[in-house]
């Protein structure tokens, strides 16, 4: 989920968005709401925000400044402006602090709903780019933590195509484990087990931000990070993160501190990280075998689309690790793991879309639990809603048959 706060001076304003997105949009979550630009840029200041929306007239600090501080500070935040029409050349001004669109009040909340979209395939998109710099360094450590890697001049070079600042010389860290355990939040966790192992990495980072924390692999509930310091071996204490990462995420979890290192490339992991990290490991992948590991992917995912599918899943079923499964299907397929499973489930949709089954049903049975997903996804694989699938395409596609008959 992203985290989208609301400015606005109006209170029904603020509260009316809040709703809407809770209900509409379960891909962002609302972590903040405010009278004033002075205190949604405080928080900004001390908390992650993707998505900004904000009214322009506003006391203490309005909705234009808030916007030029945004854009000089935090560019990789979106924001969305939302005025009255008396301020309509006033809101355009905005433009050159990236906005990326303004609304104009009375709200039209179709109109915000096809923004947030938008906002959230943007986002989307900037997540992809992330992801792959992330999973450089996933490779990299598990590399290390395997064996894989244990020459001091490969392991710099190879750390120098990082996208970490400095030489590898420079951090110091440990290798963690987040062990969870069942309970009815994780039992009702609805986003996928891949955005699981997100929102720890990324929980752990708000509560530990003076350090650099990277989610590595998973051996069933027990999930591995390292976490850097270019100052100190990091200082944790297992009970406190613990109590934060429940207050923050209501997960209950244990966590131990398997090793430190005062130099990455010294990095040693106990036998069970080991044993785990090289089932992380590419195996030797000859010549013609590409296509028969791609077929054996491709059919798996056609097999169990309706699931709960992760990345990880289906580089088990093909004997890849996660992040080299990632890489070697984009690779041979042009399509990463999500945009082929999507596809997937799109075909399968716009398929029994022609019975009579509720679309809430359909959502489900390829794969969705959020019905608003669906939505979102259905329109950008066939540019309408499956209601206007439904009632327009079919219908075209019936009348051209009765024609040939």
């Known amino acids: 989920m992203y985290p989208v706060i609301i400015v606005d001076d109006e209170e029904i304003t603020r509260i009316a968005i809040s709703g809407y997105i ?67 050349e006033y809101a355009r001004q905005a433009i050159r602090y990236g906005v990326v669109n303004y609304l104009l009040k009375p709200l039209d909340f179709e109109e915000l709903s096809q923004n947030l979209g938008n906002a959230g395939k943007h986002l989307d998109s900037q997540q992809l780019e992330t992801d792959v710099n992330e999973e450089e360094i996933q490779l990299f450590f598990i590399d290390l933590i395997s064996g894989m890697c244990n020459d001091s001049k490969e392991a710099a070079r190879r750390f120098g195509r990082l996208s970490l600042e400095g030489e590898i010389s420079d ?65 944790l204490s297992p009970v406190e993160l613990c109590s934060a990462l429940f207050h923050l995420l209501c997960f209950d979890c244990s966590l131990q501190v398997l090793s430190a290192f005062e130099h990455p490339e010294s990095l040693r992991a106990p ?22 590991v791609i077929r054996k992917a491709m059919a798996y995912i056609q097999a169990h689309f309706q699931d709960d599918l992760t990345r990880e899943d289906v580089a088990d079923a093909v004997f890849l690790s996660s992040a080299y499964f990632s890489r070697f299907f984009k690779q041979k397929t042009g399509l990463s793991f999500i945009d082929y499973l999507t596809t997937v489930r799109m075909q399968k949709a716009a398929e029994l879309l022609g019975t009579r089954m509720k679309v809430g049903e359909i959502a489900r049975k390829v794969g969705y639990q959020s019905r608003n997903r669906f939505f979102v996804n259905f329109r950008l694989y066939s540019g309408y809603n499956p209601t206007e699938y439904r009632r327009q395409i079919l219908q075209m596609e019936d009348e051209h048959e009765e024609t040939e008959d």
């Open 171 to 235: 951090y110091k860290g440990c290798l963690i484990t987040l062990t969870l355990e069942k309970n009815d939040t994780l039992t009702q966790w609805k986003y996928g087990r891949e955005k699981l192992a997100i929102a720890l990495q990324n929980g752990l980072r708000m509560i530990l931000p003076d350090y650099c924390i990277y989610h590595l692999f998973r051996s069933g509930m027990r999930y591995y990070f390292v976490v850097l310091s270019t100052r100190q071996i990091p200082q």
């Open 271 to 292: 036998s069970t990280a080991r044993d785990d990290s090289k089932r992380n490991l590419q195996p030797g992948i000859q010549g013609g075998d590409d296509d028969i």
């Open 22 to 88: 809770q209900k509409k949009h379960p891909e962002f979550q609302v972590s903040g709401i405010f009278s004033n630009g002075a205190d949604a840029l405080r928080f900004i200041q001390e908390n992650p925000v993707s998505l900004v929306i904000t009214d322009i007239r506003m006391p203490r600090m309005d909705g234009l400044e808030l916007a030029r501080c945004i854009h000089e500070n935090y560019p990789g935040i979106l924001i969305i402006i939302i005025s009255g029409y008396s301020e309509f």
